[in-house]
């Protein structure tokens, strides 16, 4: 499936979108008998609240959608795909002047209102379309929405049809989409590419563990994006509680998260040199997993200690970011549904990232702000570089004590960027309950402010 506006030559009906302290201002602008229809109707352009206006023949001559009063307008967005999921068929037009990032936030929750995950069962997509509203740029915005589109599909496939495998597949899929290059590592040949914690991790699943490696782009700067590829995490022999497996199905968010950004970074045609790293893996129970107390060796050299085989997502991108260091890039970036205590620190809704850039870092702030993307940063903090070095080698992959765990994650992956301009995201990668735009199911996060970021973060 994928998002569509509606063609500007359409006739368009007009969607007024009415503030709740508007309400009377806007219906004493209105015919007489459109002013008659919403007092009888009770439009007060409450928060969600959406009025269809009859012409004098009984069709739809217009629509005004409630978008409540500031406070709710400050804990919302992308309001207006609450429209576009009850709109009748047709073309629309959002009527009067909008901020230019007012009429994209619009335009996109337009789009974004078109999502339904249809592979198991069917499900109704709305047919109302918006009309690209004067000024923005329609083709980027479809580029975020399909790359949107891509990531909630995968995260929202259950694990029994989304192993690496079939992860493998939907990177050579988007490969092929946009004349990149796509390699793929499989099974023991791991060791002799020197990917030994990839192997590690998944060689307990029948489902043999890869790295995908996508190359697109020959001119501008080097970006890599490096995702967490485990499509289903038991918890490794340190098994997980049933309940907490329900979601393990999301544990490529990550994954799927960098292969939606790529999507939205080739189909705009971005100038920059792009490679996608995902390490991808199934972490199951045998007689072959790696137990609690064994040590491993890196791609870079370092030794692990693994005091929690549910700790595995740290390692597989430890290699993967291992190599991408090896060759000189302008930005890594680094995202997975990797810590507990990220959602702890700031719940589902925001994805906090963690770099030593400033200037990276305050771009990503103004993004995220822009195209209402929330992301937060945490603090690299030095003091607690010891919590994950446990003696016996150089690195631990689950410090004791239960704090800080997604700092120390953070500060775990900095041993392997290897002096690179780099960012981590410690994203949650879903929605817990239905909110406008975004039905409860497979979320990307913080895809959006980086894309948004990269003019001002690149050279």
């Not at 890594?332 to 200037?359: E, H, K, N, Q, W």
């Not at 771009?363 to 607690?384: E, F, G, I, N, T």
Request: net charge neutral; proline share 8%; aromatic share 6%.
């Amino acid at each position: 499936m994928s998002p569509a506006f509606a063609d500007p030559a359409d006739p368009a009906r007009p969607l007024h979108l009415v503030p709740a302290e508007a309400a009377d201002a806007f219906r004493a602008g209105l015919p007489p008998a459109a002013a008659a229809w919403l007092s009888a109707t009770g439009f007060a352009a409450r928060a969600g609240d959406l009025a269809l206006i009859p012409s004098p023949d009984g069709t739809v001559a217009a629509a005004a959608f409630g978008l409540g009063d500031a406070q709710a307008r400050a804990r919302g967005r992308f309001a207006v795909a609450g429209a576009f999921a009850r709109l009748p068929a047709g073309a629309w037009r959002i009527a009067g002047d909008m901020a230019a990032d007012d009429a994209a936030e619009a335009a996109l929750a337009a789009l974004l209102a078109q999502y339904r995950f249809t592979r198991y069962r069917a499900g109704g997509v709305p047919a109302a379309r918006l009309v690209p509203p004067p000024g923005i740029d329609a083709a980027r915005l479809l580029a975020v929405a399909e790359g949107e589109f891509l990531t909630r599909d995968l995260i929202n496939t259950p694990a029994a049809d989304l192993g690496p495998a079939e992860l493998a597949a939907a990177a050579q899929a988007l490969a092929d989409r946009h004349g990149a290059a796509c390699a793929v590592t499989v099974g023991d040949a791991l060791l002799p590419a020197n990917l030994p914690m990839i192997h590690a991790v998944g060689r307990a699943s029948p489902r043999a563990p890869r790295l995908i490696d996508l190359a697109w782009g020959d001119r501008g700067p080097s970006v890599v994006l490096v995702g967490k590829g485990v499509c289903f995490d038991t918890g490794g022999l340190d098994l997980k509680p049933s309940a907490s497996m329900l979601l393990m199905k999301k544990d490529m968010g990550g994954a799927a998260t960098v292969l939606g950004l790529a999507h939205m970074i080739m189909a705009a045609r971005l100038p920059v040199r792009l490679r996608v790293l995902v390490p991808a893996v199934e972490n199951a129970v045998a007689g072959n997993a790696v137990r609690p107390k064994d040590i491993l060796r890196a791609r870079n050299g370092l030794t692990v200690e693994i005091n929690n085989t549910d700790a595995e997502g740290r390692l597989i991108l430890a290699d993967a970011l291992a190599l991408a260091a090896e060759r000189p890039c302008d930005l890594l970036v680094s995202m997975a549904t990797l810590t507990g205590a990220a959602r702890v620190a700031v719940g589902p809704d925001i994805a906090p990232f963690f770099t030593d850039d400033d200037t990276l870092a305050a771009a990503l702030a103004a993004a995220s702000a822009k195209v209402r993307d929330p992301v937060w940063r945490l603090p690299l903090h030095a003091a607690y570089e010891t919590e994950i070095e446990p003696g016996i080698a150089d690195l631990d992959n689950a410090p004791a004590g239960g704090m800080a765990g997604a700092i120390t994650a953070a500060l775990f992956l900095r041993r392997f960027a290897g002096g690179a301009r780099h960012v981590h995201f410690d994203i949650y990668g879903w929605t817990p309950a239905d909110a406008p735009g975004r039905p409860k199911g497979g979320a990307g996060q913080g895809a959006r402010a980086l894309f948004a970021a990269l003019p001002a973060i690149l050279p």
